[in-house]
T-cell receptor, first 115, second 113 residues
Framework: GAVVSQHPSRVICKSGTSVKIECRSL??????MFWYRQFPKQSLMLMAT?????????EQGVEKDKFLINHASLTLSTLTVTSAHPEDSSFYIC???????????FGSGTRLTVV | AQSVTQLDSHVSVSEGTPVLLRCNYS??????LFWYVQHPNKGLQLLLK??????LVKGINGFEAEFKKSETSFHLTKPSAHMSDAAEYFC???????????FGKGTMLLVSP
């Protein structure tokens, strides 16, 4: 079945530094990928839709300069949290849409802690 | 506009008893509907999906859901709960022609011995 690899699974960084999270579709092409944020005991909040070869579409209220998204190939999207602050600490999850069957596969998530 | 309402934030069952997780949706267009399961600090795993074929959808691990258009519901059921079923469950809607998903707030399933 379709597999999405997300790395790292956990990261701790200092305030002011940047962190990059990778989302890779291993056995299918994904023109479209999605980035979500999940707060403790809450649902997933869509941050942005990432389209291969074009700019990401950000949801209202999401700072595009803080959360940089790059989708340079059909199998890889990256989310960079720039100048991270403690309030950016959260669980980030990516999802890739399989171009063949319009299915959605999720990565295993990244727990970001900013200290 | 589309929305998803999961009617229970928590459901507690005993092992071996039936599971019912309720979901109602609203969507302007013929939707696709999904149920995902999330174990702690993990990503989401697809249990099943409805995409306008059979209204009774069978998924993995013995779960199934029935799409009822007249009731705008897509409840998830399982005849007999296992301890390993304890997790968070999300009902998700995607309107026809759209690529983004709308998530319910989730239902935590607790299974006691």
């Amino acid at each position: 079945g379709a597999v999405v690899s997300q790395h790292p699974s956990r990261v701790i960084c200092k305030s002011g530094t940047s962190v990059k999270i990778e989302c890779r579709s291993l056995d299918f092409q994904a023109t479209t990928m999605f980035w979500y944020r999940q707060f403790p005991k809450q649902s997933l909040m869509l941050m942005a839709t990432s389209n291969e070869g074009s700019k990401a579409t950000y949801e209202q209220g999401v700072e595009k300069d803080k959360f940089l998204i790059n989708h340079a190939s059909l199998t890889l999207s990256t989310l960079t949290v720039t100048s991270a602050h403690p309030e950016d600490s959260s669980f980030y999850i990516c999802s890739a849409r399989d171009d063949r069957e319009y299915g959605y596969t999720f990565g295993s998530g990244t727990r970001l802690t900013v200290v | 506009a589309q929305s998803v309402t999961q009617l229970d934030s928590h459901v507690s069952v005993s092992e071996g008893t039936p599971v019912l997780l309720r979901c109602n949706y609203s969507s302007s267009y013929s939707p696709s509907l999904f149920w995902y399961v999330q174990h702690p600090n993990k990503g989401l795993q697809l249990l099943l999906k409805y995409t306008s074929a059979a209204t009774l959808v069978k998924g993995i691990n013995g779960f199934e859901a029935e799409f009822k258009k007249s009731e705008t519901s897509f409840h998830l059921t399982k005849p007999s709960a296992h301890m390993s079923d304890a997790a968070e469950y999300f009902c998700v809607v995607r309107p026809s022609g759209y690529s983004t998903l709308t998530f319910g707030k989730g239902t935590m399933l607790l299974v006691s011995p």
